[in-house]
């Protein structure tokens, strides 16, 4: 094996490995920042001895072998070491030395556990929304800081601030490496599960830049709430969002055309739709249903979403359907962004002019000013009705308002289609 593949083989170790290992790490210093530092260092000797020594049989337990011992050096070096401590590290370095002969047995058998803390102290609400989604990318995604700039569009240093800043604040106040319990449980398992969904949002429609979709950000996402599901199986609303997540993946090569332009959901070709994708997804709705109880936000999106896998063709989809799951979406979270999507669902279900007046009533809704999809919609509902005069002004609005470049274009043709309609 060259150098180059060496160096290969361990980026896609690394991108595999690295949140087990971090995770494995924190549980013996309790600091998610030092224990990626340490981390990183077990990276580093990979680089430096795997070209020359090859890759090991188990590259992973490798990596934790050496992560554990430098762990053992930074506990040995600290000045003001308190017998606890002083105590876990004689403790794991036994454990070390008894798994010498077995490198499979350098990953522990508690590690499910310990990504699961990980996950829970990455997503931590004392953390700012951006700074958990970067610090999760990094800690549990591999991702690199040059990554996560290049993903989300924003400078690398301000990136790279974010994560030290959250590495700073879980240190200095102290958050325990654990799983909360109780009502604090429930709290943080909805951040867990916003950063996982903005994530994969920002993955299947980019918020600006040139391109329409990322699906790398897709894929991270989807890996993350499959990991979380098996780490926390009875928890429906885990469930409903991987169910939403490999539905909505499975439309992702058929969303952009050769040109890497848009390709809305009613103009799909539906036979390039990922049918293991739906097939997981359906799996994982019906799993999230059989555990009981309320039915929550994402399994209620995942019904949504499951409406159109079942449709083999756009004509076939129950749009009454899918606007009594927004209606019912809709009280458990009263969001003027749901109610526009029940409209677009009740201009297919009852035709364009019902769609219009609800949209009209959200005309006035201060946090849609800047919406871009409002009178997208609008401009939609227009064109349906004949009354291609105004929705040619709606859909140049909204072309002003995006900040993606595909979608930008997409509006603009649009508008221009309806200015050589009309006449204009």
Same mark, same amino acid.
């Given at each position: 094996?060259?150098a180059?593949? $060496?160096?290969r083989?361990?980026?896609?170790?690394?991108?595999i /490995?690295s949140?087990?290992?971090i995770?494995?790490?924190a549980?013996?210093?309790?600091?998610v920042? !030092?224990?990626?530092?340490?981390?990183?260092?077990?990276?580093?000797?990979?680089l430096?001895?795997?070209?020359e020594s090859?890759?090991?049989?188990?590259?992973?337990?490798? +990596?934790m072998?050496?992560a554990?011992?430098?762990?053992?050096?930074q +506990? %040995?070096?600290?000045?003001r !070491?308190?017998?606890?401590e002083?105590?876990?590290?004689?403790?794991?370095e036994?454990?070390?030395?008894?798994?010498?002969p077995d490198?499979d047995?350098?990953l522990?058998?508690?590690?499910?556990?310990?990504?699961l803390?990980?996950?829970?102290t990455?997503?931590?609400?004392l &953390?700012?929304?951006?700074?958990?989604?970067?610090? $999760? #990318?990094?800690?549990l995604?591999?991702l690199? $800081?040059?990554?996560?700039?290049?993903?989300?569009?924003?400078?690398?240093p $301000?990136i790279?601030? %974010?994560?030290?800043?959250a590495?700073?604040t879980?240190? /200095?106040?102290?958050?325990?490496f654990?799983?909360?319990?109780?009502?604090e449980r429930?709290?943080r &398992?909805?951040s867990v599960?916003e950063?996982i969904? #903005?994530?994969?949002?920002?993955?299947?429609t980019a918020t600006?830049?040139?391109?329409?979709t990322?699906p790398?950000?897709c894929?991270?996402?989807?890996?993350l709430g499959r990991? #979380?599901?098996?780490l926390?199986?009875?928890?429906?609303?885990?469930?409903?969002l991987?169910?939403?997540?490999?539905?909505?993946? =499975? %439309?992702?090569h058929?969303?952009?055309?050769?040109?890497g332009?848009?390709i809305?959901?009613?103009d799909?070709n539906?036979?390039?739709?990922?049918? !293991?994708?739906?097939?997981?997804?359906l799996?994982? #709705?019906?799993?999230?249903?059989?555990?009981g109880?309320?039915?929550g936000?994402y399994a209620l999106?995942?019904?949504?979403?499951?409406?159109h896998?079942r449709?083999?063709?756009a004509?076939?989809?129950d749009w009454?359907q899918i606007?009594?799951?927004?209606?019912?979406?809709?009280?458990?979270?009263?969001?003027?962004?749901?109610?526009?999507?029940?409209a677009?669902?009740?201009?297919?279900?009852e035709?364009?002019a019902a769609?219009l007046e609800?949209?009209?009533g959200l005309?006035?809704?201060?946090?849609l000013?800047?919406?871009?999809?409002?009178p997208?919609?609008?401009?939609?509902l227009?064109v349906? !009705?004949?009354?291609?005069?105004?929705a040619g002004?709606?859909? /140049?609005?909204?072309?002003? &308002?995006?900040?993606?470049?595909r979608e930008?274009?997409? +509006?603009?043709?649009?508008m221009?289609?309806?200015?050589a309609? =009309?006449?204009n």
């Open positions: 094996m060259t180059t593949e $060496t160096h083989t361990i980026n896609a170790v690394w991108r /490995e949140a087990r290992i995770a494995g790490i549980r013996m210093v309790r600091d920042g !030092l224990a990626e530092d340490l981390a990183q260092d077990a990276l580093v000797a990979a430096e001895q795997w070209p090859g890759v090991p049989d188990n590259p992973g337990a490798w +990596l072998a050496v554990k011992r430098r762990a053992i050096d +506990l %040995r070096r600290r000045t !070491l308190d017998r606890t002083a105590k876990l590290a004689i403790e794991v036994a454990q070390l030395e008894r798994a010498a490198p047995s350098a522990d058998d508690d590690i499910g556990d310990d990504m803390r990980l996950m829970f990455a997503c931590h609400p &953390l700012s929304t951006e700074a958990r989604v970067a610090l $999760t #990318l990094r800690l995604g591999g690199t $800081t040059p990554e996560i700039a290049r993903a989300f569009l924003v400078p690398e $301000t790279a601030q %974010r994560i030290v800043r590495k700073r879980l240190a /200095e106040a102290q958050v325990p654990e799983v909360p319990r109780g009502s429930a709290d &398992l909805a599960l950063v969904y #903005l994530i994969f949002n920002e993955g299947y600006a830049g040139e391109e329409w990322r790398v950000l894929e991270d996402a989807l890996r990991i #979380l599901a098996e926390d199986p009875a928890e429906s609303e885990v469930h409903g991987v169910a939403l997540m490999e539905i909505q993946a =499975s %439309r992702l058929a969303r952009n055309g050769p040109g332009e848009p809305l959901l009613l799909q539906r036979a390039l739709w990922d049918q !293991l994708l739906i097939h997981r997804g799996a994982a #709705l019906e799993q999230a249903h059989s555990l109880g309320t039915v936000p999106q995942a019904a949504i979403a499951a409406c896998a449709a083999h063709e004509p076939d989809t009454a606007a009594s799951l927004y209606g019912a979406l809709y009280q458990l979270i009263p969001s003027p962004v749901i109610e526009l999507n029940r677009v669902a009740v201009g297919m279900a035709g364009p769609g609800v949209v009209d005309a006035d809704e201060p946090s000013k800047n919406y871009h999809h409002l997208a919609v609008r401009g939609d227009l349906k !009705l004949g009354r291609l005069e105004e002004p709606e859909f /140049e609005r909204a072309a002003a &308002l995006t900040r993606n470049a930008r274009e997409l +509006l603009l043709e649009r221009r289609a309806c200015s309609e =009309s006449g």
